[in-house]
């Protein structure tokens, strides 16, 4: 039987998650870093989303909240086929299918781990008929022209490479007077001041380089309408509800530790850490956009 190390986890694991944490070069692509986080939630599903938090008191109200926000803004209905690109383990595509009812709903994710739990929970629940997720690219969608109502994308699109690419595929599949609707995680808009703005990048090129943020998204609120207009898309709304995120999401988690034990114990001590530096400083240079837009009739 091999050595293990840390509450029984295997000394490779560990290796690869102080890779991750402190090495800014860590090497290793999206699929790979969600390997690696696998499904240690700290929720008591398997959301991965940050949460809204306007009125929730707990996490896992919180990410449904985030949820239920995306379908609103897209207006989800029993009439609807909705494109879900980035999944996770689709915890929203069972809420969704539970509270809003879309005629079918089609999942897109290029982890192939996270695309086999998310199917088996599916099966699990007898909702095969209605909860079709596939491995697929949100760039290339495998997906035809003009054959969806509402495509959403909950904490994926900041990992596309690029996201222009997604606008354009979203675009495509989409039927006219289809939505699109992104909650998405972007830098900040430039600030006055040397030392602001050497905080603003520290704290957004912390996060980009965790998750291999393509530099062609390196791009703040003010740019993302004209963005999605070069896809082809008319109305748009761009609005950032980073004060229902980042904070309270942070206080939670200080006050609220034992949720953290179902995570590995190197990515415990560093979230124990970032706990105790106010929220202000680790979230600085972080934007959080729900994006809306609209594909002309």
């Known amino acids: 039987m091999s050595q293990t190390l840390v509450s029984g986890r295997r000394p490779r694991e560990t290796l690869s998650y102080l890779n991750w944490l402190i090495n800014p070069y860590h090497g290793l692509d999206v699929t790979q870093v969600y390997d690696l986080l696998a499904d240690r939630s700290p929720t008591r599903g398997l959301y991965l989303n940050l949460g809204y938090w306007d009125q929730a008191e707990s ?4 990410c449904q909240a985030l949820a239920a926000l995306m379908a609103d803004a897209a207006e989800m209905g029993p009439e609807d086929c909705v494109l879900d690109v980035g999944f996770g383990f689709a915890d929203q595509d069972l809420f969704w299918a539970r509270a809003y009812r879309p005629k079918q709903i089609i999942g897109l994710n290029i982890t192939a781990s996270q695309v086999a739990v998310a199917r088996r929970r599916v099966a699990e629940l007898g909702l095969d008929d209605r909860i079709d997720l596939r491995l697929g690219s949100a760039t290339r969608m495998p997906i035809e022209d003009a054959t969806i109502d509402k495509v959403v994308a909950m904490e994926s699109a900041f990992h596309f490479d690029t996201r222009q690419a997604f606008f354009e595929e979203a675009f495509r ?17 430039k600030v006055a001041g040397t030392w602001r703005r050497i905080e603003h990048w520290w704290s957004w ?9 393509p530099v062609d998204n390196f791009y703040t609120r003010d740019q993302y309408p004209a963005r999605l207009a070069a896809a082809g898309f008319g109305e748009s709304r761009v609005v950032s509800i980073r004060d229902q995120v980042y904070r309270p999401l942070h206080e939670y988690l200080a006050g609220h530790r034992e949720g953290l034990s179902r995570l590995h114990p190197a990515l415990r001590l560093a979230i124990g850490i970032a706990l105790r530096i106010d929220a202000d400083r680790i979230y600085r240079g972080l934007d959080y956009v729900l994006a809306t837009a609209e594909k002309p009739a």
């Open 59 to 62: 996490l896992d109200e919180a």
């Open 173 to 189: 599949v989409l039927r006219p007077g289809g939505r699109l609707v992104l909650a998405d995680i972007l830098p900040m808009p």
């Open 205 to 213: 090129r912390q996060t980009a380089g965790k998750f291999r943020v």
